[in-house]
């Protein structure tokens, strides 16, 4: 019984997570979400994804992995994986395109320019220009396709919850490769985040070339009376050569997940 009522709910979950797109098929041949992983973390790339659906319908009862399709911030790692390799394989409903901008990149230009750019760049490495664009929680400048802007759009429209586990998963698998490249941060484990064990290594360590040298962190960075003047690296209008002021251990671990 339990079973079943759990089947239920994931159905009408799915056919939610349907509506917005379903509503912009009507008018738009193809629709692309698009998710970003690492913002929020110290060091390593912020990965971008876009997804969207080959024409076509989905067929749940085919793919019964598309029932667990959900904000990726929801879902376990395994079933995180496992939906991954289902999205990336060759039988796949949806096609993804995916983008990053290393450390180095989001200290020069900031952490949502940054953003923004590898958003564009996955949106436009799809093998079809798609028609209308869904973003999570912000609107992509200069990108030349109609767009709608959804908060918490991973656990709103299918083919951002499908986008932001591409992110997730290939950011993730990427700080498991830097963390041989750069051990003592235990980056497989935190991803970058700015845990207590993360920061104690940084101030044992000093920085490995992928932290991001903008992002202001207590204990290893000078702070005078500018610093809590700097800004947190999103907005766009602020002077590109700003330091990110972090939140404390406590605070910064709401971010792990982010």
Known sequence: MKKTESDHRKRERFQKLLLRETELLETY???????EAGRGPLCGPVVCAAAMRRRGTLDPEKDSWLLEVNDSKQLSEEKREMIFGHLMGKESPFVISIAQADAEEIDRINILRATHKAMREAVLGLRERPGFVLVDGTSIPDLGIPEEKVIKGDSLCLVIAAASIAAKVTRDHLMREMDELYPGYDLAKNKGYGTAEHLKALQELGRSPIHRKTFFVKGLDKEDGEAKKRADGRRADR???EKKRL???????ALFEE
Do not use: M
């Not at 041949?29 to 998710?35: E, I, K, M, T, Y």
């Not at 939140?247 to 671990?253: F, I, V």
């Open 29 to 35: 041949p193809l629709v692309a979400g698009v998710d």
């Open 239 to 241: 002077p590109r050569t």
């Open 247 to 253: 939140p404390d251990p406590q605070a910064q671990l």
